[in-house]
């Protein structure tokens, strides 16, 4: 797994800023196209690191639309989400975080939009290893009930690979959105 985790690393941040931005804009459109943002109004994602796919014009849109956007800050080995701001410090990974802006747990989310490093055919992520956002919505697991927040895995095309172990900790996403597929 460490060996297929810094090969996807890799093959992402090989990617050229051009392809960067048009793939960001497509899957905007991907999510637009599949109705995410109809009743939600606090929303979590991502400033891309490491080579993650560009967030920027969903962002933007975001904002633009009246939703409350949030970023994943680090708590002890948990994350919380804290309104995109103005002001920013860097964390102990080196990415930035908002400060001085309210901060909300994941349960009060209506869509959280996470980075991912692999995916399959089946949901199944592969992250940086920390397990941070499986450590924070470990909740789901617990119990069916919860409609709130829905999951989806932003990804380039080629970060698919065909099969990925699920561990029992791991916390399903509902979706994988990349520039060119909506996978449920």
Same mark, same amino acid.
């Given at each position: 797994?460490? =060996?297929?985790?810094?090969?996807? %690393?890799?093959? $992402?941040?090989? &990617? #050229? *800023?051009?392809?960067?931005?048009?793939?960001?804009?497509?899957?905007?459109?991907?999510?637009?196209?599949?109705?995410?943002?109809?009743?939600?109004?606090?929303?979590?994602?991502?400033?891309?690191?490491?080579?993650?796919?560009?967030?920027?014009?969903?962002?933007?849109?975001?904002?633009?639309?009246?939703?409350?956007?949030?970023?994943?800050?680090?708590?002890?080995?948990?994350?919380?989400?804290? =309104?995109?701001?103005?002001?920013? %410090?860097?964390? $102990?990974?080196? &990415? #930035? *975080?908002?400060?001085?802006?309210?901060?909300?747990?994941?349960?009060?989310?209506?869509?959280?939009?996470?980075?991912?490093?692999?995916?399959?055919?089946?949901?199944?992520?592969?992250?940086?290893?920390?397990?941070?956002?499986?450590?924070?919505?470990?909740?789901?697991?617990?119990?069916?009930?919860?409609?709130?927040?829905?999951?989806?895995?932003?990804?380039?095309?080629?970060?698919?690979?065909?099969?990925?172990?699920?561990?029992?900790?791991?916390?399903?996403?509902?979706?994988?959105?990349?520039?060119?597929?909506?996978?449920?």
């Amino acid at each position: 797994m460490i =060996e297929l985790r810094r090969q996807l %690393r890799q093959l $992402r941040k090989s &990617i #050229d *800023e051009k392809t960067r931005k048009e793939d960001g804009q497509k899957i905007l459109h991907q999510c637009q196209k599949n109705g995410l943002f109809e009743n939600a109004k606090h929303i979590a994602i991502f400033i891309p690191n490491d080579g993650e796919i560009e967030t920027g014009d969903t962002i933007k849109f975001l904002k633009n639309n009246g939703c409350f956007v949030y970023l994943p800050i680090l708590v002890e080995e948990k994350l919380k989400f804290a =309104e995109m701001g103005e002001h920013f %410090r860097k964390n $102990r990974f080196g &990415i #930035d *975080e908002p400060i001085h802006t309210p901060v909300m747990e994941a349960k009060q989310m209506d869509l959280i939009f996470m980075p991912l490093v692999g995916f399959d055919k089946n949901k199944n992520r592969l992250g940086m290893g920390g397990g941070f956002y499986d450590k924070t919505l470990s909740f789901k697991l617990k119990s069916k009930n919860y409609q709130a927040p829905k999951l989806f895995g932003l990804a380039f095309d080629c970060q698919e690979v065909d099969h990925l172990d699920s561990k029992p900790w791991d916390v399903p996403v509902d979706s994988i959105v990349t520039p060119t597929r909506f996978l449920e």
